[in-house]
């Protein structure tokens, strides 16, 4: 893979990166106290139907960059298992990927078709998760073009 063709993946992981965990930071810290306070799972919903549109696209953008950036820097899945600083990255990222799509699988098999007003926390949990894991993954994408937090170092 050519150089331009890296930055162009590095590029749209990025812009993926910023719509999903910007829009669960603006959820998370902003609609979701508020749909608590008026006890309204409509407030969820409403900001969630506009978000899904954009965030849903940039998280698979995130998924596929990421997994051809992984191949390019670590090569075949065998390797993303070494125990390096950067396969350290990527197995801590599939990790956080992994606890994403169980709480979102969750969340739209269990929870979003039964949200109401009376169990509005529930959702809450879900929200705060995913948000969690977001900022995670933010958090170890940086530590690999930094070098790497201690905790990747084997």
């Known amino acids: 893979m050519d150089t331009t063709t890296y930055y162009i993946?590095?590029?749209l992981h990025l812009l993926g990166a910023t719509v999903?965990?910007?829009?669960?930071?603006?959820l998370a810290t902003t609609v979701l106290p508020r749909a608590l306070r008026a006890r309204r799972a409509a407030i969820l919903m409403d900001f969630e139907r506009g978000y899904e549109?954009?965030?849903?696209?940039?998280l698979a953008v995130q998924i596929a960059t990421g997994l051809w950036l992984a191949h390019r820097l670590l090569g075949t899945?065998?390797?993303?298992?070494?125990?390096?600083?950067?396969?350290?990255?990527?197995q801590f990222k599939l990790l956080c990927l992994a606890g994403t799509a169980g709480l979102a699988i969750h969340a739209?098999?269990?929870v979003i078709p039964r949200l109401c007003d009376g169990n509005l926390p529930?959702?809450?949990?879900?929200?705060?998760?995913?948000?969690?894991f977001s900022v995670?993954?933010?958090?170890?994408?940086?530590?690999?073009?930094?070098?790497g937090f201690p905790f990747f170092q084997p």
């Open 122 to 132: 529930v959702m809450a949990w879900h929200i705060c998760g995913v948000t969690i």
């Open 108 to 110: 739209k098999t269990r």
């Open 9 to 11: 993946l590095l590029l």
């Open 136 to 147: 995670l993954f933010v958090l170890a994408g940086a530590s690999a073009r930094l070098g």
């Open 53 to 58: 549109r954009l965030g849903m696209p940039a």
């Open 77 to 90: 899945p065998a390797h993303w298992l070494d125990d390096s600083p950067l396969a350290h990255v990527v």
């Open 20 to 26: 999903w965990t910007g829009g669960h930071l603006v």
